[in-house]
């Protein structure tokens, strides 16, 4: 059995953009090795937006070297990238960005959102990728609700969504390019569930609602994370009351990180390189007001 290494609370709230909430749950800067293969999660909302005329969201930003993986609880985010990809990413959605070798994107609130307002909540989560996968050309998976599996625990337990990975024998459609489990759990009230996991894999969980308990008796309550021994190969979980969580399972990446921002690389010199290609548009750009590929109100 797993034992817990770290609960964290969460931080503070800042913006990013005007159309992020965002708490930031653990970050590379701090969490790199102990998080490998995940770099970091950032918490938006829940926040309840007002009707508006001007879109929110974050204008066009740099990535390389890594991945970014937004999942949608409310509200929607339009996307667009400078390697063409782009979509909107609905409640039930995800968004799985390969920055790669390098990418220009923004995302904004869609233009129905936009118009209509309402809750908003999501989860953005930066993956690792190896050195060899660094430079892979950027790509884009847009992950409907309807391609996401779900399975149901046993005894009317609850239900696990399969991201990526796989769980029980069923797989999630996100293409990785490391071994990992994304699994978007939900419990319901008094139920135990027990997970199997690969041995010596990182292990965390992420609670959004509720409260659960480890079968080794400490408990992580809304808003916080728990990060589990990568010795042992089963966790269990006891929901107090109807909960849902986020776990995070993947085979850590055993090289040296180097990040600076929107760059994660493995030394200072490949940052500073990838400062240098984004300032001269090595990245790619992104023209003014261009719609992304299937993209609508």
């Known amino acids: 059995m797993k034992k817990l290494l770290l609960l964290r609370k969460t931080g503070e709230f800042h913006w990013v953009g005007d159309g992020f909430p965002v708490r930031t749950i653990f970050s590379y800067d701090r969490d790199a090795e102990a998080l490998s293969p995940f770099l970091l999660l950032d918490y938006a909302g829940p ?87 660094k430079n892979a050309a950027p790509a884009y998976q847009n992950i409907t609700e309807a391609d996401i599996p779900s399975v149901s625990l046993s005894c009317g337990g609850g239900r696990v969504r399969v991201i990526a990975g796989n769980f029980l024998g069923t797989p999630g459609p996100a293409r990785t390019h490391s071994p990992m489990n994304i699994w978007d759990v939900y419990l319901n009230a008094g139920a135990r569930a027990v997970f199997s996991v690969p041995e010596g894999w990182t292990t965390a969980l992420f609670v959004r609602k509720g409260q659960t308990r480890l079968g080794t008796g400490e408990s992580a309550g809304e808003a916080q994370l728990a990060l589990l021994s990568r010795e042992g190969s089963t966790f269990a979980l006891e929901a107090a009351g109807d909960t849902a969580l986020l776990i995070l399972n993947g085979e850590p990446i055993r090289e040296p990180a180097a990040g600076y921002g929107p760059f994660v690389m493995n030394t200072k010199a490949e940052i500073a390189q990838a400062i240098d290609d984004y300032r001269n548009g090595r990245m790619g750009r992104l023209t003014a007001n261009a719609k992304a590929p299937g993209t609508h109100a």
């Open 47 to 133: 926040e309840t937006f007002a009707p508006s005329e001007k879109p929110r969201g974050v204008g066009p930003h740099p990535h390389r070297g890594f991945e970014t993986v937004t999942i949608a609880y409310s509200g929607e985010i339009e996307h667009r990238d400078s390697a063409g990809g782009g979509g909107i990413i609905r409640p039930g959605g995800v968004q799985w960005m390969t920055a790669g070798s390098g990418i220009v994107h923004e995302e904004m609130h869609s233009a129905r959102y936009t118009r209509e307002g309402g809750p908003f909540e999501m989860i953005q989560l930066w993956v690792n990728l190896t050195a060899a996968d």
